[in-house]
Nanobody
Framework: QVQLVESGGGLVQAGKSLTLACVAS????????WKWYRQVPGKQRDLVAS???????TYDDSVKGRFAISRDDAKRTVLLQMNSLKSEDTAVYYC???????????????WGQGTQVTVSV
């Protein structure tokens, strides 16, 4: 019964900023890796950024220097700060978490429902 709920999507003008959030719930023991993906209709879902338990971050070249991923383990939350937004950033954004519900449980991947980000000129 694990759930990932996203928020923060919407319409924003090019050059401005927007922050997405994703909170996990449902008897979670620990979260190893958080990831943000995005998908445009007719195209595959692409990895945008990731952050591991120790804090190390990775970014796709298309967003490097503009986006920042962070995590708050006490709140079971991951954030994606998006700056200097471009029209090509328009997509549905999905959060993904590798987590387990017990110390001796298997690590599994879960997805959020997706949130629309539209960058207008």
């Amino acid at each position: 019964q694990v759930q990932l709920v996203e928020s923060g999507g919407g319409l924003v003008q090019a050059g401005k900023s927007l922050t997405l959030a994703c909170v996990a719930s449902g008897g979670i023991s620990s979260i190893n890796v958080w990831k943000w993906y995005r998908q445009v209709p007719g195209k595959q879902r692409d990895l945008v950024a990731s952050i591991i338990n120790g804090g190390r971050q990775t970014y796709d070249d298309s967003v490097k220097g503009r986006f920042a991923i962070s995590r708050d383990d006490a709140k079971r939350t991951v954030l994606l700060q998006m700056n200097s937004l471009k029209s090509e950033d328009t997509a549905v954004y999905y959060c993904n978490a590798e987590l387990r519900t017990g110390v001796y449980s298997q690590w599994r991947n879960y997805w959020g429902q997706g949130t629309q980000v539209t960058v207008s000129v």
